[in-house]
């Protein structure tokens, strides 16, 4: 069973800056698809960033500009930069392996970890 292990959340104001990891406990990163969820409060997790094992990225309109998404394979790690933050982009950040490519596509594979928690306020 792969756990993921979300970290890196914290309160940022906005036009801040956070760097969000995940470490996957097996090695799942020769698998396509690998992504970022928002969770914001009171609202459905939705998918918001995948990288793909070729280098492709691929990032929904409200974070595209703003948000990088990339790996580590021999760390078996995911990052999150994210920049220019807003408020609206407050919530619980999770990753996991996406079935199918493409933000709009969200199918996610594993059990959720316990995600990060972003705050964007001053």
């Known amino acids: 069973q792969v756990q993921l292990v979300e970290s890196g959340g914290g309160l940022v104001e906005p036009g801040g800056s956070l760097r969000l990891s995940c470490a996957a406990s097996g090695n799942i990163f020769s698998f396509a698809a690998l992504g970022w969820y928002h969770q914001a409060p009171g609202e459905q997790r939705e998918l918001v960033a995948l990288s793909s094992d070729t280098g492709n990225t691929d990032y929904a309109d409200s974070v595209k500009g703003r948000f990088t998404i990339s790996r580590d394979n021999a760390r078996n790690t995911v990052y999150l930069q994210m920049n220019s933050l807003k408020p609206e982009d407050t919530g619980v950040y999770y990753c996991?392996?996406?079935?199918?490519?493409?933000?709009?596509?969200?199918?996610?594979?594993?059990?959720w970890g316990q995600g990060t928690q972003v705050t964007v306020s001053s």
């Open positions: 996991n392996r996406n079935r199918y490519w493409g933000v709009y596509n969200s199918d996610p594979v594993y059990a």
